[in-house]
């Protein structure tokens, strides 16, 4: 079993930054990948960034390509999602997930084996 928690969300205006972190527990020897996704009102879950094992891939949705930064740390089990130059249409909760396997697509929630309670980011225009 492997859990995920999230954290810092909140209430920031357009234009600004937050930066959400995201921490494993458990039998995290065995997580591979590790994404983002975020849900807004009345919207479908779907994908925002994700970060392979080492490091060294990183997938972005078009949406936040160029705003949003993904990073991990495998000795903290953490992974963090540096969002900059938010605009009111990133408002939504975002989930962390955490993938055991290699070779899967990145970019589809079905890839994705756990998943935190999620964490509300919220953009005042």
């Known amino acids: 079993q492997v859990q995920v928690v999230e954290s810092g969300g909140g209430l920031v205006q357009a234009g600004g930054s937050l930066r959400l972190s995201c921490e494993a527990s458990g039998r995290t020897s065995y997580t591979y990948a590790m994404g983002w996704f975020r849900q807004a009102p009345g919207k479908e879950r779907e994908f925002v960034a994700a970060?392979?094992?080492?490091?060294?891939?990183?997938y972005y949705a078009d949406s936040v390509k160029g705003r949003f930064t993904i990073s991990r740390d495998n000795a903290k089990n953490t992974v963090h999602l540096q969002m900059n130059s938010l605009k009111f249409e990133d408002t939504a909760v975002y989930y962390c997930?955490?993938?055991?396997?290699?070779?899967?697509?990145?970019?589809?929630?079905?890839?994705?084996?756990?998943w935190g309670q999620g964490t509300q980011v919220t953009v005042s225009s």
């Open positions: 970060i392979s094992r080492s490091g060294a891939s990183t």
């Open positions: 997930a955490i993938t055991l396997y290699s070779g899967r697509n990145l970019l589809v929630i079905a890839s994705y084996d756990y």
